[in-house]
């Protein structure tokens, strides 16, 4: 089986390269195939960021949307037709020019320096020092400058920490990183000329290309094409973000014969509201699938910069978690608590919806037919009295694996728990639902007597295991202490202070 030319832009030319695997990373087509070995190999499982680049594409409304990836865990012909800019790019790409400002007029523009001001706020605040993560660290900065310099918002310490969080250093220390992400809003601005790169990208676009149906990696660009190609190919491997499946080839060196990519089709990219329902195609991001759920439950704003970091969020997708179906994934907690319907569907039978902890049989096992795509998830909007909250248990504050995590939506009016839903990972071969704790806090007065005996029957009623993340005896005790906390938290004013708040003085305390 062969590929077709994988094309896309690079400092605004064409690039296009022929019989590049289906299972090769965007990593190794850049430091192997055309030798740009400025981008760097760290972990090779999208942990550290030293191979970060910056993809963009068109965002359906005229611009361009600028997202940070990993690019040793991103399958290089996903990003066939997108713009492409890695650390030595951006001094170099002609599409990237000086902007004119009431201070600086457009004449004396070619005085401003060559660097980008990515790379000039890291040169002057003293941002790298073996220089390893240095490339990864611009390129997130970059994208940081186009997503939100560029739109004039300011960057805060705490959104750089955050958009910053998929990087890691070794030697420098976060201070003069995080200065620089603050200075360059400061330095002479520099844009991406979009109109152009618009323009170009709809001519890479109009190539012709060779038919899919046989080819090593498919990309089907409707819903309809893409259940035929499941029901034809059922032994291709269906990918989307590649967050979980490129570890799969980058560590464990699994080679995949041919690639279902899903990320291509446009139902399973969109976004739809009703009065009642958000429904979510799998295939879109949990970047923007975060922006969606936090605009509704602000609550969630803390939970959701802890999935992973940016330049994963970024890649992965809701479906390609909810498909994976791992017990320590954070979205299915939040999607049980949610009472969120899976949509599956298949080319010979259509269409079937289930509730989200229906999907799963066993450890990472679920009821998929192997004609079937996951396709959409469904979750209904919240009554008023409904209170939500996501807790994630895990080692590290940033970019890591929950130990436990529990999810508690509680409708609470007159005093009276009317309804309780409630999700919880870590502590079962599947993410749960806490069945027996929704029924001892239905219908029962919202007191601490009431929650005791929750908790009681919340620690009984899981038996998780130990392992290198926590013991089961603490996840059972942290499961009744995060319960005690929703409590703590409903009353206003007991509440302990949130791990935000912790980390932000042990953050000072380091600084
Ligand atoms: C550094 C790092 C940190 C991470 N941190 C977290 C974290 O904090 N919390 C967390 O929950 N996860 C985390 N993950 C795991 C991963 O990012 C998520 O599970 C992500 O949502 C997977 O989505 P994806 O689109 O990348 O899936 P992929 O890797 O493309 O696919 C995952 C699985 O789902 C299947 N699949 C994908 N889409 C569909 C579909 N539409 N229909 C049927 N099957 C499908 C694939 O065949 C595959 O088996 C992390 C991963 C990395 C590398
Ligand atoms: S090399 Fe570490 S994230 Fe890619
Ligand atoms: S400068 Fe050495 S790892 Fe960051």
């Known amino acids: 089986m062969t590929t077709r030319p994988l094309q896309f832009l690079r400092r605004g030319q064409p690039v296009a390269l022929g019989n590049v695997p289906p299972d090769r990373t965007l990593l190794e087509v850049l430091r192997e195939d055309l030798g740009c070995t400025g981008t760097k190999e760290g972990c090779g499982e999208g942990d550290c960021g030293a191979c ?53 007029p457009a004449d004396q ?31 997130s900065l970059f994208g940081m400058y186009q997503n939100r310099v560029c739109k004039g918002q300011s960057i805060s310490r705490a959104q750089a920490q955050q958009d910053l969080s998929g990087n890691l250093c070794r030697c420098t220390g976060y201070r003069p990183i995080l200065d620089a992400a603050q200075q360059m809003a400061q330095l002479p601005p520099m844009a991406v000329n979009e109109a152009d790169l618009l323009q170009k990208l709809e001519l890479l676009a109009l190539t012709p290309q060779a038919p899919e149906a046989n080819l090593a990696y498919i990309a089907p660009a409707t819903q309809a094409e893409l259940l035929a190609v499941r029901a034809a190919h059922p032994q291709a491997q269906v990918v989307a973000g590649a967050t979980d499946v490129g570890p799969w080839v980058s560590k464990q060196h699994r080679q995949l014969a041919q690639v279902l990519d899903v990320t ?29 759920l936090t605009a509704q439950w602000p609550s969630l704003a803390e939970f959701a910069h802890r999935f992973a970091g940016l330049p ?26 949610l009472r969120a319907q899976v949509v599956l569907a298949s080319q010979a039978r259509g269409e079937r919806a289930l509730p989200l902890e229906a999907l799963y049989t066993g450890y990472r096992q679920n009821v998929m037919a192997p004609d079937e795509l996951l396709v959409r998830i469904v979750v209904s909007k919240p009554a008023s009295s409904e209170q939500l909250k996501a807790y994630k248990i895990s080692k590290r504050f940033d970019d890591d694996i929950s130990a436990v995590c529990l999810v508690l939506n509680l409708d609470i009016a007159d005093g009276t728990v009317q309804r309780a839903s ?34 009681r029957v919340l620690q009984a009623e899981f038996s998780p295991i130990s392992d290198m993340r926590a ?38 305390d380091v600084l």
């Open 109 to 139: 523009t070619t005085h401003h320096s060559a660097l980008h001001p990515a790379q000039e706020a890291m040169v002057q605040c003293h941002g790298s020092q073996c220089g390893f993560c240095t490339p990864g660290f611009v390129m």
């Open 471 to 508: 013991s089961g005896d603490y996840r059972r005790t942290v499961l009744g202490n995060l319960l005690q906390r929703f409590w703590l938290e409903s009353q206003g004013g007991g509440a302990p202070a949130s791990i935000a708040q912790l980390q932000a003085t042990h953050l000072e």
């Open 264 to 292: 291509r089709a446009a139902e399973l990219r969109r976004i739809d509201d009703t009065p009642e329902h958000i429904a979510i195609g799998a295939a879109v991001t949990l970047t923007e699938v975060f922006a969606r």
């Open 312 to 337: 994963v969020r970024n890649s992965g997708t809701l479906g390609g978690n909810v498909a994976n179906g791992s017990p320590i994934g954070d979205s299915m907690p939040l999607l049980i608590a």
């Open 52 to 104: 970060t680049v910056v993809l963009g594409e068109p965002d359906g409304h005229g611009k361009l949307r600028y997202s940070a990836v990993n690019s040793c865990i991103r399958l290089a012909h996903s990003i066939d037709g997108m713009a492409l800019w890695t650390a030595e790019d951006l001094a170099e790409d002609p599409l990237i020019q000086p902007v004119a400002t009431s201070t600086q």
């Open 422 to 455: 409630i999700g919880a990972g870590g502590v079962a071969a599947t993410p749960v639902r806490a069945q027996q704790t929704e029924a001892a806090l239905q219908g029962q007065p919202w007191t601490e007597a009431t929650v005791q005996q929750a908790m």
